[in-house]
């Protein structure tokens, strides 16, 4: 059975909202959810017309289609499909919405694109956050202005940059892309391929991928533009044993 929606509101500040089978927002329909709402769906969600998030609100289905520009997201709120999002269309982040939105999923495709957007109010840059196992080379990621914020963190214990394959193809000097690493790293330049490698070992954690050398060069030369951080659960060496990098206290030497 499928619930297509038109008009939806979800209100209520932290309730829950479940639906026991498939959504589909159909065509010029809306579908709107209050701050703190967490909407469970057991099966596909069908984004086809317009999806409205409060602040931190979460939308958990299975799976996901978008063939609909999902546009202005932030405030912290987010999607996370069990096993897919499918991105035929838009997720954007930013413009009207300050700060964060999440996509997590063990696997991100489609031919769409993740944008980042520059705010329009004061606040929080925009920030498009991908908690995903794998982002196919269909997607394409691209920063329409400065001040946006593209972080690559974790996925079920991994680090989504060993499954990152989008490319970016509009990257201007003020954005940055944060990366979650397993241990300490650096970034090194190849034509259009930037690398995440450890700084002991050398070993590779993944790479970001460039529509042109320019870009990525452009990213590599700007001092804050790449910056890797310790994926939350990694174990640092202290005086005392190995701490989680999120238990280290400040001033504790390591």
Known sequence: EFRRVLFRSVGGVNTDFRISNNMTVGHNGVFSIGAGVTVFITGNFAEIGDVTQGDNSLIDPSTVTNTHPQLNLGGGSGLSATTSITNNSTYG??????????LTTPLLNGTGVLEIDPIQNAGPEGNLVLNVGTVTATQTIVFTGADGILT???ENGSVAIAGFHASINQFVSGDTIVVDTTAAAGFTLNGSVVSVVNSVGAATEGTLAFANAALATLAFNTPGALVACFAAGTRIATATGLVKVEDLAVGERV
């Open 93 to 102: 982040v930013g413009g009207s919405n300050n700060g964060s939105y999440t």
């Open 152 to 154: 690559l963190g974790t």
